[in-house]
C-alpha cells in the first residue's frame, strides 16, 4: 500500500520534549487568562447543505500564541500575539465561522450543513499559552477551536493542566489526540497501541467527552499507522500540506496547514478559499 507521508519532519525545529513526563509531578500554574477584550456581538449565517464526500474547509494549525517579543519568524511553532489577533480579526471580518473538526468530519462522511465561509481552527500540544492568550482572543472574536493534545503532557510544565482544558471544553472547545508522548509513529509498530489507543482512551477518561480526532505528531504515517488508527476506533486523522478541499477518500490524511510568525497578512489569507 501507498505510503501517505508527503511532509518532511524538522525535528531540530521542535521545542517539545519527547520523554513522558513524570505522573507524579503536579506543576504550579499560576497563569491565567486576562481577557479585556469585550466580545463583539456576531451575526449567525445561514447555514447551507453540503453533500457527503467533499468540503471547502481550511484546517489552520498552530502550536503557540506568545508575545510578540518572543515569536520566531523562522517556525511554525510560534506566532505573535499581535499577528495572531490580526488574523482572527479578519476571519471575523471577512464572514468566517469556527467550526469544530468533527464537524467537517461528518459531512465528510454523510453530508450536512455548513456555515458559509467554515474554518477549523487547531492547536497541538496543549501549551499553557493556548489558554493564556489564545482563549481570550479567540472569545473575543466569537471563535472556539480544537485542541489536539498529548495526553501524557497535560498537568505538565508549560502546559495546560485538566481544569483549564475542561474550561475550554465548557466553551464549545473539542479535544483530539495528539499521541500519548509526541512520537513518530511510523517508528515503531509496537508502540502503536499505547500512542493512539491508551492516549484515546486517557483523554475520553479524563474529560468525560468522546475523542474521535487525531493528529499525527510530526505529520508522519503510513499504511501501518492508518490501520490501527481506524482500527482503535478514530473517525479522521490529520496530516500537514497545503489547500482547504477535504475528501472522505482521505479521511486519515485530512489536511491541515501551518500558520508561521513568517507570514504577513497576504500570505495569511492565501491559506483561505473566500479572500
Sequence with gaps: MTVFATHTPTPTLT?????????????????????????????????LNNPKGQATVPVLLYHHVVPDDQATKDTCYCVSTTNFQAQMSWLSEHGYTGIPVTQLVEVLQNGGQLPPHPVA????????????????????????????????????????????VQEMISNGWEIGSHSMTHFDLTSDYSQLRYQLFDSKNKLEEMFGVPVNTLAYPFGLFNANVVAKVSAYGYKAAFALGRGYDQSANQIFDLTREEVRESYDMSQFISLLPWP
Excluded: C, R
Excluded at 487568562?33 to 449565517?45: A, I, V
Design 15 to 47: 521545542p517539545f520534549p519527547t520523554n513522558t513526563p513524570s505522573a507524579t509531578v503536579t506543576p504550579t500554574q499560576t497563569e491565567t487568562p486576562s481577557p479585556t477584550l469585550t466580545p463583539e456581538p456576531t451575526l449567525t449565517p445561514t447555514w
Design 121 to 164: 481552527i487547531t492547536f497541538d500540544d496543549g501549551m499553557l499559552d493556548i489558554y493564556t492568550t489564545a482563549f481570550p482572543i479567540m472569545q473575543h472574536y466569537g471563535f472556539s477551536g480544537t485542541l489536539f493534545l498529548i495526553a501524557a503532557w497535560i498537568n505538565g510544565e508549560g502546559v495546560m493542566n485538566t481544569a483549564e
